[in-house]
């Protein structure tokens, strides 16, 4: 069985997110905090042998203290994450054991996932080293200039929007990191591997798995948390878990 190590960035800033008082994966939704209800999905796997949280250094200490019933129940690592998302990733990256073969990068207020959904991105991973789920893009889109006027008509033919997990046979994952000279600028790792010459295959996404980043995405996925496709058995992770858990 390939072995997986998965990394959850949470170090962003949610300047999109106004009318919260706390960063979106820190956000109670349904009663659990969001960064909980995605690492969740991964604990219980007999292929994931290591979750790293990447958590701001300014965030560390309250986060250790304010979800310690939580770790309590969870096997997670926490890293210091950096200024980027990329320098976040980088530095979970070089806390994985030498256990791990496969990398998968999910983002952290990405809650809304099931069981076959990471079936089926791990599976892709393994076939073609590099791989990540995209939802194809069915309205027509608008290039929009500085004004706010329309400048062009974009031909959606083989336009995808980019999704999380996306997972990579460990050495490819860390070539492109080695060779990225601009980590800021890197706003997923699959830019990153193609920017180093090597393929990145893509499935198709579930519409579901939406990146809560504005107060709209967060009503959005109360709505989706009660309709997510739930596996015959699962049994409890932790005693916080609820009836998805169940």
Known sequence: MARFGVILPAAGSSTRMTGFQKKKPFLDLKGRPVWVRTAEHFLGRND??????????????????????NLAFMDIQIVAGGTSRAESVRNAIQQLSTEVEYIAVHDAARPLLAARWIDEI?????????????????????????N????????RTGLVQAQT?????????????AICRNLAGATDEASMVEAAGHPVQVIDGWPMNIKITTA???RLAELFVGALPKPA??????????ELFR
Request: with cysteine.
């Open 216 to 218: 709209e995405d967060f």
């Open 148 to 155: 706010g006027r329309i400048t062009e008509t974009v031909d």
């Open 122 to 146: 791990f599976a892709a991973a393994q076939q073609h080293k590099a791989a990540i789920p995209g939802l194809r893009i069915s309205s027509t889109v608008k290039r929009v200039g500085g």
């Open 233 to 242: 058995s699962l049994g409890g992770l932790h005693p916080f878990g609820d």
């Open 48 to 69: 994931v042998c290591q979750t790293i949280v990447a958590v701001s250094p300014d965030d560390l200490d309250w986060f250790r203290e304010t979800y310690r019933p």
């Open 165 to 177: 997990p996306q997972v990579f046979e460990r050495g490819v994952l860390e070539k492109a990191f």
